[in-house]
């Protein structure tokens, strides 16, 4: 329960003890003047009784005087007496009428018969009073007197005073109830004040230890939550319980731990993750740094092997023109031989420009042929024939495997045989003594696969990876420029297709290319 609500509940507490502590002492209130006003009527009718006592034994003494003693006449004024008591009896009844409507039912009725009978008795005695006198001035002495002394005795002395008697004692009981009413009112008022002081008090008591305890837990609780999380514990949960304004408190304190713990995972995740990708950046500039010191490396290594392969046939024609100059018999047969020659060396020297013109188109993205439907036989079989005479003088057997059926592909007919020459090149180089080549070309898979496999020493596997890169030379043959398989396989992916190594079945390399087959009539 939120504090506020139970603030307000706690001030209707007290506001409705207030309210019933003011409503009794308003009834008490109420009720005392009502006691006070029956004491004041109770008084009053008690004095008219006495007032009323009063004038009736002195009237009937001064009657007594005066008939039985005096003359027979009255000496004093009988109607105003008469008069006096009637005025008497009169205040007496307007007091007890307006006295009955505080008093019960019984009381009241009681209280108006006395008067009844006492107003009843006393206008009887003055009737009988002034008969008497009326005989005695009549004549008849004996008999009024007899009659007076009668009505004095038996009337006044015994009845009329009789019911004085308990009409008086009547109203000195009800002024009697009256006053202790009062005093048990006063006594309620002031018992319902001290009651209402004491449960005001213990209700205000209880509502501040209640309040006290709930804010000495709650902010020792949120003190070590706080101390927590200062400490960087923000798995630390604040436990209070309760739905007020300090259990709100602590669930925020807590989400907001929260929230700040996964922030802090997000970041030690993102942090991890940058710290990974720095070192595998790292490591990825580190070898592409170690690579392109390779690469440094083989491009030094190549231009002083470019170098070296053109100072030879530069050398060679210089050499066979001097030759030529410097001969004195037979001049324009040597002169023609070192031509002859010389025309050989530039053929072989343009060969080399043409594959690193290649190279360098490939290296900047422009290497394109033209494309047309290729015999794939056809260009294979060509480029068999233009190595013929060079594997006569390596010692080396080419044969040959022509799938029967025609092999379209998608490409230009003398890179193809260019590319059959630098495989079977390759194989020929590596060759130390006589080897056997035998290349084949076959349909796998809608695929044109050219197969050149040898029974040479082979191809290292932990140079497989590389052979085809440019500049790299194998473990076995330090010497060479390194672009002749490089020149391989930039034809092959420029054809669509692929080239890969692998052991031939006699133990020497193997080296397979595959291209997209073509449906259509191809050029030859």
Do not use: C
Request: net charge negative.
């Amino acid at each position: 329960m939120l504090f506020r609500t139970k603030l307000f509940l706690s001030f209707i507490a007290l506001g409705a003890v207030s309210i019933g502590a003011a409503f009794l002492l308003i009834i008490s209130s109420q009720r005392n003047e009502e006691n006070q006003l029956r004491t004041n009527l109770a008084h009053e009718s008690l004095s008219g009784y006495f007032q009323l006592s009063g004038d009736v034994f002195r009237t009937f003494k001064q009657t007594r005087r005066d008939l039985i003693s005096g003359p027979g006449t009255f000496a004093f004024d009988f109607e105003q007496a008469t008069q006096d008591i009637h005025a008497t009896l009169d205040r007496i009844e307007e007091a007890l009428i307006a006295e009955a409507s505080l008093m019960s039912g019984l009381q009241s009725d009681i209280a108006m018969q006395n008067l009844n009978a006492l107003r009843t008795a006393v206008m009887q005695a003055l009737s009988d009073i002034r008969a008497a006198s009326d005989m005695i001035v009549a004549g008849q002495m004996d008999d009024g007197r007899k009659m007076a002394i009668e009505v004095l005795q038996g009337q006044v002395d015994v009845e009329i005073a009789t019911l004085i008697q308990d009409a008086t004692s009547v109203q000195r009981a009800e002024l009697a109830a009256a006053q202790r009413e009062i005093r048990a009112f006063q006594e309620t008022a002031e018992t319902t004040a001290w009651m209402t002081v004491g449960l005001a008090v213990l209700l205000s008591t209880a509502i501040f230890l209640t309040l006290l305890r709930r804010f000495q837990t709650g902010l020792r609780e949120l003190d070590a939550g706080a101390k927590a999380y200062a400490a960087n514990d923000l798995d630390y949960v604040i436990d209070l319980a309760g739905r007020d304004e300090l259990s709100a408190v602590a669930r925020s304190f807590t989400d907001m731990a929260q929230q700040i713990r996964s922030k802090q995972t997000a970041l030690e995740a993102a942090r991890d993750e940058l710290e990974q990708r720095v070192a595998d950046r790292t490591s990825a500039l580190s070898a592409a740094n170690a690579e392109l010191r390779t690469n440094d490396a083989m491009r030094r290594q190549f231009f002083a092997d470019i170098g070296h392969e053109l100072r030879t046939p530069v050398s060679a024609i210089r050499g066979e023109a001097e030759v030529a100059l410097r001969a004195r018999t037979g001049r324009e047969k040597a002169q023609e031989s070192a031509l002859k020659t010389i025309v050989s060396i530039a053929d072989e020297l343009t060969a080399g420009v043409d594959d690193l013109f290649l190279i360098a188109r490939e290296m900047a993205g422009v290497l394109d042929f033209r494309t047309a439907p290729v015999d794939l036989k056809h260009a294979v079989s060509l480029g068999i024939e233009q190595l013929q005479s060079l594997s006569g003088q390596k010692d080396a057997v080419i044969t040959q495997h022509l799938a029967p059926e025609q092999i379209v592909i998608l490409g230009e007919r003398p890179r193809i045989a260019q590319l059959v020459r630098i495989l079977i090149s390759n194989a020929l180089e590596h060759a130390k003594h006589a080897v056997n080549i035998h290349v084949s070309v076959v349909i796998e898979d809608s695929n044109a696969v050219l197969s050149i496999a040898d029974d040479g020493p082979g191809i290292p596997e932990k140079d497989w990876p590389r052979i085809f890169d440019r500049f790299v030379k194998g473990t076995d043959r330090p010497a060479g420029t390194g672009l002749g398989l490089a020149i391989a396989k930039s034809i092959a992916l420029a054809h669509g297709g692929t080239i890969r190594v692998q052991h031939s079945a006699s133990g020497g390399a193997d080296l397979q290319v595959r291209f997209p087959l073509l449906q259509g009539p191809a050029t030859r």
